[in-house]
């Protein structure tokens, strides 16, 4: 793949999967150490009860155990472990940055003892069959590029009964909200982003991907082609996000 131009990354409707991978890759370890910081000040703290909500939602009635997918610096993990005492919560990522800096904050939290964080390919979970009651991931679907395969097995690992959660943004369908939407993401966020981040050129990408990514019912009826049963959809801040759940056939 070539180097991304200088102020901004190919869209993705423009590269192979594999040229995806390696961009996702490159992104999410140059943002690592503003992370966190950029997702509160650009949700205007929306993120985090977006995950609040997602770990409500959560149901434990067999092994008690939690898989957080591309886990990032580990929020909805430890979402889950506070809002669950009784789980153990498994977080994987594929970027080493981002799993070093989630073991740091779950330390931090002194949730090491209930939370492990490893490093892991979402498309090969290293995990057997019917291993946890619940699994999930927080804005990380939209960037691998075969979903289908990272759905799959998401529920191959969950137990039967248990639930597979998906929260994710996508562009909004409101047509006036839609046009506000469109100048924040493409014009505002970068703006923001160029100030915080050593990688600003992440953020269009951010947009880009937010873009293109499925509606919410096509969103829908790819979770039921994984073969999930009882798929739901929760939106959240005026459909900015939304929380999909499908469970695993009994």
């Known amino acids: 793949m070539e180097k991304p131009a200088k102020d901004k990354y190919p869209s993705v409707r423009d590269i192979t999967d594999q040229e995806r991978i390696r961009m996702v890759k490159e992104i999410f370890s140059t943002i690592t150490g503003k992370y966190d910081f950029l997702n509160r000040f650009l949700s205007l703290r929306r993120d985090v009860a977006w995950r609040n ?30 809002r669950h005492p009784d789980i153990s919560v498994t977080g994987l990522d594929f970027v080493d940055e ?3 800096a989630a073991r740091n904050k779950v330390q ?8 492990q964080i490893m490093q892991g390919d979402a498309l090969h979970l290293p995990f057997g069959d019917n291993h946890f009651d619940v699994t999930g991931i927080a804005f990380g679907i939209r960037n691998i590029p075969d979903r289908n395969r990272a759905l799959s097995e998401m529920l191959r690992v969950t137990v039967p009964g248990g639930q597979v959660l998906v929260l994710e943004m996508t562009f909004v369908e409101n047509r006036f909200f839609k046009f506000v939407y469109y100048v924040y993401l493409n014009y505002l966020l970068p703006a923001f ?7 600003p050129a992440a953020y269009h990408y951010l947009a880009d991907s937010i873009m293109n990514f499925p509606s ?4 829908s009826k790819i979770l039921e082609q994984a073969g999930m049963v009882h798929v739901e959809k929760y939106p959240l801040t005026f459909g900015i996000t939304w929380l999909h759940i499908g469970k695993k056939k009994k």
């Open 216 to 219: 919410p019912d096509e969103f």
């Open 53 to 82: 909500f997602a770990a409500k939602k959560m149901q434990f009635f067999q092994t008690n155990r939690y898989l957080d997918v591309a886990c990032g610096t580990g929020d909805l993990s430890i979402a889950a472990a506070e």
């Open 108 to 115: 931090k939290k002194k949730l090491s003892g209930r939370i």
């Open 98 to 100: 981002m799993v070093e």
């Open 193 to 199: 982003a160029k100030v915080f981040s050593k990688n």
